[in-house]
C-alpha cells in the first residue's frame, strides 16, 4: 500500500526515483544547489516494524564531508524511532526536505577532484623556484558531472567494464601482417 502511495505522491516529480519495489531515492534540493543531498531509502524484509535502511553512499553526496552526513543520518534515525511501527518513507523525506538548511547548515564542499598532495603543497610554504609550473587538475563542468553522474549506478559506483580495454584486429594489404589496435576507455 505504501508503494502504491509513494507513486502516486511523486509521480512527475523528478527528485524522487524508485530503484525498486522496495529502494527509493530522493534528491533533497534543487538541481545545482550546492546544499542538495540524495536520500535513499530501502525496505527491510519486517519493514515497517523494523528500521528501513537509510543511505548517503551515492555519487551526488561526494562533495558533502562525512561528519554532515552523519549528522543528517543520526537525525533521520531519531525519525525513524519515533515512526516505527508505521509506514515512514514519505515521512522521512518530508522531514529532510523541511529540515534541509539545518542539517546543511555545517556544510563546506568538498572538491572530490583534489588530491592529498595538492592539498599538502597548498598548506606548506613552497621552496621550489617560481620558474616551476604547478599542474593543473582538468576541472568537470556541470554538465560533464551531470553526465558521469548519469553513468553511475544508485550506490554512486560505474558499471562493471567501463575502463575495460577494446582490442581490434585489422588486416593490412601485406600477407601474413595485423595491426592491432587498442582503445581504451578512461
Known amino acids: 500500500m505504501e508503494l502504491e502511495a509513494l507513486r502516486s505522491i511523486y509521480e512527475g516529480d523528478e527528485s524522487f526515483r524508485e530503484l525498486s519495489p522496495v529502494s527509493f531515492q ?8 550546492p546544499k542538495a543531498f540524495l536520500i535513499e531509502i ?3 524484509e519486517t519493514y515497517p516494524q523494523t528500521p528501513p535502511i ?3 553512499n551515492a555519487f551526488f ?4 564531508s562525512s561528519a554532515v552526513k552523519q549528522s543528517i543520518l543520526a537525525k533521520l534515525q531519531e525519525a525513524v ?3 516505527l511501527g508505521t509506514a515512514m518513507t514519505y515521512t522521512l523525506f518530508e522531514y529532510a526536505k523541511d529540515n534541509k538548511e539545518q542539517f546543511m547548515e555545517n556544510h563546506h564542499p568538498v572538491n572530490s577532484t ?5 592539498i599538502i603543497s597548498v598548506e606548506t610554504p613552497s621552496i621550489a623556484p617560481s620558474s616551476k609550473k604547478k599542474d593543473k587538475k582538468e576541472q568537470l563542468s556541470k ?13 554512486g559506483e560505474l558499471p562493471r567494464g567501463w575502463n575495460w580495454v577494446d582490442v581490434v584486429k585489422q588486416p593490412l594489404n601485406f600477407p601474413g601482417m595485423s595491426v592491432y589496435v587498442f582503445t581504451f576507455s578512461i
Open 26 to 33: 530522493y534528491r533533497i534540493g534543487e538541481s545545482g544547489d
Open 54 to 56: 537509510i543511505s548517503m
Open 61 to 64: 553526496n561526494n562533495t558533502i
Open 114 to 118: 583534489t588530491s592529498i598532495s595538492n
Open 81 to 83: 524511532e519515533v515512526n
Open 42 to 44: 530501502s525496505w527491510t
Open 143 to 155: 554538465a560533464q558531472k551531470r553526465k558521469l553522474a548519469d553513468k553511475t549506478d544508485h550506490k
